[in-house]
């Protein structure tokens, strides 16, 4: 199947053609499947936690009732209602169980998303600090680094507009707005692209070896 999917990267006819969206039911499936395996290794873990009543078990009370919460909304679809298209009545079982209307809608909206803008917000300070003891400069490239690092940080602040904000026409790129495009734009592109690049190569030469059966470290075994 490896082999015939990459034959059919190069190959747009039949019986070829489009073959990656033919095959996405299968992928699908294998998602469901990682889907109740995750959601059962989830429960177990905490559900062993709070039975051992091991550290901060309390917490783990929270993610397991927040986990069925979560899942019983989208699954049954509550708060979702039967609707009318093109003058055809649906039941709410056919509505999308992410509608404005939905009860698994309204709890991501205003639980999820701000718990997490919460938890991206307290994570800055920690970038800040890690990156405080990190890019201490000792070398020239530390140096560069850390400039780099305190001109992304400071852009969307308002001191990042007041520091540089006087500066004339010609030395425009200077300011912090200007100069943070040009480096996210340009050298972190590069680093990016070079990473990418890295990272296809390894997923190329492993996938080699999966399909021709030289690594079988997936089977559970090394024989």
């Known amino acids: 199947m490896g082999l015939i999917l990459i034959i059919a990267m190069f190959i747009p006819h039949d019986p070829f053609f489009d073959m990656d969206r033919k095959f996405s039911i299968y992928y699908d499936v294998i ?3 990682a889907f109740i395996l ?13 039975y051992q009543k091991r550290t901060d078990w309390k917490y783990s009370i929270v993610t397991v009732a927040g986990f ?10 509550l708060g979702v209602h039967a609707y009318v298209q093109e003058g055809v009545q649906f039941s709410r079982w056919a509505a999308d169980f992410q509608g404005t209307e939905s009860l698994f809608k309204y709890l991501y909206d205003c639980t999820f998303q701000p718990l997490q803008s919460t938890m991206f917000s ?3 300070f920690f970038v800040a600090s890690a990156s405080y003891r990190a890019f201490r400069a000792k070398t020239l490239e530390a140096t560069i680094l850390l400039i780099a690092a305190f001109v992304i940080l400071i852009r969307p602040t308002p001191l990042g507009y ?19 495009t040009w480096i996210l ?13 890295g990272i ?3 997923i190329v030469s492993t996938s080699m070896r999966l399909i021709l059966g030289i690594e079988r470290g997936y089977l559970g075994g090394e024989s």
């Open 31 to 33: 998602a469901v499947f």
């Open 38 to 50: 995750g959601g059962g290794n989830l429960l177990r873990v905490h559900l062993n936690k709070v």
């Open 68 to 77: 069925f919460l979560m899942l019983i909304a989208g699954l049954f679809k």
């Open 122 to 124: 307290l994570l800055a």
């Open 162 to 180: 007041y520091l540089t904000f006087w500066l004339p026409d010609p030395l425009a790129f200077l300011r912090v707005g200007n100069l943070s």
């Open 185 to 197: 734009a340009v050298p972190n592109m590069v680093g990016q692209r070079a990473i990418m690049i």
């Open 200 to 202: 296809a190569l390894g």
